[in-house]
């Protein structure tokens, strides 16, 4: 008999979040890919594109506050019938 499967949810976070990755610029989503596919520390990530960590944390913040607008709106479209 078929049942709950748990992968399914992972598959539909995934391919919204390959959605969201798309409002990003490259640096931005090298940084986000980096920290959360990699696992590097800010600092690492830094090295790796030649910026300080400073940056890497201001990229970071950025990507993640557009990807959350972003989805707000399509969220919004959804509920509002645009889609």
Known sequence: LGGMDCGYRQVEHRVLIDALLGCLSDRQRTALLLRFEDDLTQRQIGERIGVSQTVV???LRDALDLMRAE???ASARVVGGER
């Open 57 to 59: 944390y201001r990229l």
């Open 71 to 73: 989805d707000r709106r």
